[in-house]
């Protein structure tokens, strides 16, 4: 369709209008190829006119001259229940020249999700009317994802915000340099910010943004305060929300984790520059030995076109700290929960022992002792109570209990080119067990565990059932501070299918991983033993990847995890006996040990060429 015209009428609008659609699912996009090419062209608009809206919401804007070209536009449509139909409007202002066109209109990923026949395991959740089957990940997120609004009923709304009427039970923190701003439709720069909020797709709805423009800084900050949480426990809690960031100067948005009320925090997640014009979806999972918050920082760019939007905040498995819903953020002092303070009447428990601990150093729950960060989550309880190796990996892990031993799977990324994160059909690691294949599963994922050798014991695999051919799954431990110079871990490991990927171990500290292990191909109908070594190392991750095949028959799974040997040198102040070198920090190693390539001292000592 095209629009070729040369009069000077004054004001003159063309315009096309879509069929009536009824509603679309919540990963819906609209995407299309525009010519808008002349001396005097003119813009063009898109909109969205919603039954029962009056006010229209525009999707899409061209300005002007954008050369002799075919481009294309990719548009957000979202989870619309009501009908609606387009509009595409062109407006000429006096002198017009040039031609406009549009060309190849195509909606992808709207139907809502089909009807299932069963729905099982803890991973899913069968919507009530649709039949639909979804990932349980995307319940109370404030989206309806079944089409029935079954997966949002009765979901606590003390633990997700859509901003519609203002903050909830969030805060503005006062310690940053400026506020973040409500708002509803597009921000008042062009070319930046949404154009509308996530929860309606409309511009009737609600989000926060961060304006960018003057008197903002280079770097300035905005921080939004979660209310307090209970600790997570073994369980895990999962933090979803929205953001937008659309703008060629957008800076930063970063989501923080904190124990202590006066202090940053540990940086859980950011994103840096633009996204493009699109809402997209994050999921993170927290777990927390002590009372926590979630602070979202958003950071200006250098220029006026950075805005960023945040919009549809939700928490899943998390609880309330008792008591203390509307005390957080600035009126805590020290570590969160200490403070004696009162709501509607009720006190707040000290769940932490008095102590005298700097923010640089761990609080052991009974006592109160204080110990250095370096120790907690090495392997060796420092704390009478154990309470620093609580919220760490464990030392060995058979998933017998049905647990993860402190293992998460960092946030599952968006999916190429889409928006939304499809976490149904993402590869992932999940926990399985013989009594639960398939028929034709058997083929290819173990009958049998490795720590029982039976149907019923359990083990970790990722089903690539999901997925496409390249696609990769990780699952990672909580950062451990320090491992002695012997340390290793072992586990057993089934790859057996026609079509089996890779299975990598990998080391991840601060931005840098590296592949330490990496096994490729099928291996036979049987568990494989696996060692790998990882010596003296600090602040890191030790990450399981998979990667899937070119088809469904090859799960990578494993069991029996051990780390061995891995807590950090203990210096004794007895003798070393004949049989010992000492070292040059005076720790004992056997002779044995000298000269073999391996830093056993951790000073390197037993590696000196002068032995």
Not at 143 to 163: A, H, I, K, M, W
Request: hydrophobic share 30%; charged share 20%.
């Amino acid at each position: 369709m095209f629009i070729l015209k040369n009069s000077s009428n004054i004001s003159q609008i063309a315009r096309l209008r879509s069929p009536k659609f009824r509603q679309t699912g919540s990963n819906c996009t609209l995407s299309f190829w525009y010519y808008n090419y002349g001396q005097s062209v003119g813009a063009a608009e898109l909109q969205l006119l919603v039954d029962g809206l009056k006010r229209p919401t525009v999707l899409w804007r061209t300005y002007y001259n954008e050369g002799n070209q075919w481009l294309k536009a990719v548009i957000q449509l979202g989870r619309l229940p009501h009908p609606f139909q387009f509009s595409l409007d062109k407006i000429s202002l006096g002198f017009y020249e040039g031609v406009s066109a549009i060309d190849d209109i195509r909606f992808e990923n709207c139907a809502l999700p089909p009807p299932a026949l069963s729905c099982e395991g803890p991973n899913h959740f069968w919507c009530r009317d649709t039949k639909a089957c979804i990932d349980s990940l995307l319940v109370c997120d404030l989206v309806d994802d079944c089409g029935d609004g079954s997966d949002e009923d009765s979901c606590n709304p003390d633990l997700q915000c859509n901003f519609e009427n203002g903050l909830c039970n969030w805060e503005q923190d006062i310690e940053d340099d400026f506020d973040w701003v409500r708002i509803r439709g597009p921000t008042p720069t062009v070319n930046t910010g949404p154009l509308k909020d996530h929860t309606t797709g409309t511009a009737r709805g609600h989000y926060f943004y961060l304006e960018s423009s003057e008197p903002r800084q280079f770097r300035d900050a905005a921080v939004l305060l979660s209310p307090l949480f209970n600790p997570s426990g073994n369980g895990t809690c999962v933090f979803r929300f929205h953001y937008h960031m659309f703008g060629k100067e957008v800076y930063k948005l970063s989501v923080f984790q904190r124990t202590v009320s006066n202090t940053k925090g540990w940086l859980l997640w950011y994103k840096f520059g633009n996204q493009e014009n699109r809402w997209i979806r994050q999921t993170l999972f927290i777990s927390s030995s002590k009372p926590f918050q979630i602070l979202v920082k958003g950071t200006v760019g250098d220029g006026f076109t950075g805005d960023i939007g945040l919009d549809d905040v939700s928490f899943l498995g998390c609880t309330l700290y008792s008591g203390a819903q509307h005390c957080f953020g600035s009126f805590f002092k020290g570590n969160l929960p200490s403070v004696s303070t009162t709501t509607s009447g009720t006190s707040v428990p000290a769940t932490l022992p008095m102590n005298n601990c700097t923010e640089k150093e761990f609080v052991c729950r009974a006592s109160g002792h204080c110990i250095q960060m370096i120790q907690m989550c090495d392997f060796r309880p420092d704390c009478f109570d154990k309470s620093d190796e609580s919220a760490c990996v464990m030392e060995v892990c058979d998933f017998e209990d049905k647990g993860l031993c402190g293992w998460h799977q960092p946030a599952l990324e968006q999916m190429s080119g889409n928006y939304s994160i499809h976490i149904t059909n993402t590869f992932k690691w999940q926990l399985g067990r013989g009594a639960n294949l398939y028929p034709e599963q058997e083929q290819h994922c173990p009958l049998t565990d490795h720590t029982t050798c039976t149907e019923e014991g359990w083990y970790l695999f990722a089903d690539s059932s999901n997925g496409e051919f390249g696609h990769t799954a990780d699952i990672a431990t909580p950062v451990i501070s320090l491992t002695g110079p012997r340390c290793k871990i072992i586990f057993w490991n089934h790859m057996n299918g026609s079509t089996i990927g890779v299975l990598e171990v990998l080391c991840k500290s601060s931005n840098k991983t590296s592949k330490l292990w990496t096994q490729s191909g099928s291996q036979g109908p049987q568990w494989n033993r696996a060692e790998v070594f990882l010596g003296i190392r600090s602040n890191f991750q030790v990450i399981f990847r998979a990667k899937r095949g070119v088809s469904y028959m090859g799960d990578v799974a494993v069991d029996d995890i051990t780390f061995e040997d891995c807590s950090p040198l203990l210096i004794s102040d007895k003798p070393c006996t004949s049989e010992e070198f000492m070292c040059a920090n005076k720790y004992c190693i056997p002779k044995n040990n000298l000269c073999d390539f391996v830093n056993d001292c951790a000073d390197n000592s037993d590696e000196s060429p002068s032995i």
